[in-house]
């Protein structure tokens, strides 16, 4: 018997034998892959919600003025820097949450403002922002505003100014609109106007 008699290949079974052991184990890996993409997608829109806020922050701080973060505005997954248009004692008619489509939409109030004059307000507006497609807001997302020291408010039923925020902070959710209960994150913010990313 000669070499290449001797070389003997895989038969048919122990071929199909490796193959369903690959198909269990990529069975089992595909889900946590996506998994790990769903939450670096997550933690991702998280990030930004966190920016934007500490960006509002800063330009509150920066120019003397209440600034706002209106979130699922003007439609849901987008978000805004406004500037409040009244005074905190006395907000203007669109600073109100039932005009809030209207005050975060560019019809009204174009982005960057066409009317660049010191005096004129709103100066401060920024861009609509967007959450990626399949990440959505909780219930628990409600308008903050900066005020010019520093510190971070709510709405309290219709209490004018608005209250600073309790200590304990308020939380807004940022989840994955498919995994709802469990890929979520939170950003948290205390009444010092100190963000946080949970």
Same mark, same amino acid.
């Given at each position: =018997?000669?070499?290449?008699?001797?070389?003997?290949?895989?038969?048919?079974?122990?071929? =199909?034998?490796?193959?369903?052991?690959?198909?269990?184990?990529?069975? =089992?890996?595909?889900?946590?892959?996506?998994?790990?993409?769903?939450?670096?997608?997550?933690?991702?829109?998280?990030?930004?919600?966190?920016?934007?806020?500490?960006?509002?922050?800063?330009?509150?701080?920066?120019?003397?003025?209440?600034?706002?973060?209106?979130?699922?505005?003007?439609?849901?997954?987008?978000?805004?820097?406004?500037?409040?248009?009244?005074?905190?004692?006395?907000?203007?008619?669109?600073?109100?949450?039932?005009?809030?489509?209207?005050?975060?939409?560019?019809?009204?109030?174009?982005?960057?403002?066409?009317?660049?004059?010191? %005096?004129?307000?709103?100066?401060?507006?920024?861009?609509?922002?967007?959450?990626?497609?399949? /990440?959505? %807001?909780?219930?628990?997302?409600?308008?903050?505003? %900066?005020?010019?020291?520093?510190?971070?408010?709510?709405?309290?039923?219709?209490?004018?100014?608005?209250?600073?925020?309790?200590?304990?902070? &308020?939380? /807004?959710?940022?989840?994955?609109? =498919?995994?709802?209960?469990? /890929?979520?994150?939170? /950003?948290? &913010?205390?009444?010092?106007?100190?963000?946080?990313?949970?």
């Amino acid at each position: =018997m000669d070499q290449a008699d001797k070389v003997r290949g895989f038969t048919l079974l122990e071929l =199909m034998l490796v193959l369903a052991v690959l198909g269990v184990l990529s069975a =089992m890996a595909i889900p946590a892959v996506l998994n790990t993409t769903r939450q670096i997608k997550l933690a991702a829109n998280a990030r930004a919600v966190e920016r934007e806020l500490q960006g509002a922050r800063m330009k509150a701080v920066r120019s003397n003025r209440a600034i706002r973060v209106r979130f699922n505005c003007p439609s849901t997954g987008q978000y805004r820097i406004v500037e409040l248009l009244g005074s905190r004692q006395t907000p203007a008619t669109d600073d109100d949450d039932s005009r809030a489509a209207t005050r975060c939409g560019y019809s009204a109030y174009p982005y960057p403002d066409t009317n660049q004059d010191f %005096f004129s307000i709103p100066n401060n507006d920024g861009p609509i922002q967007m959450l990626q497609d399949g /990440i959505g %807001f909780g219930a628990d997302a409600q308008t903050v505003e %900066f005020w010019p020291d520093g510190t971070a408010h709510i709405a309290s039923g219709g209490t004018q100014p608005w209250p600073a925020i309790p200590d304990d902070g &308020v939380g /807004i959710t940022v989840f994955d609109i =498919m995994h709802q209960s469990t /890929i979520v994150t939170s /950003i948290g &913010v205390n009444g010092l106007g100190k963000i946080t990313l949970h």
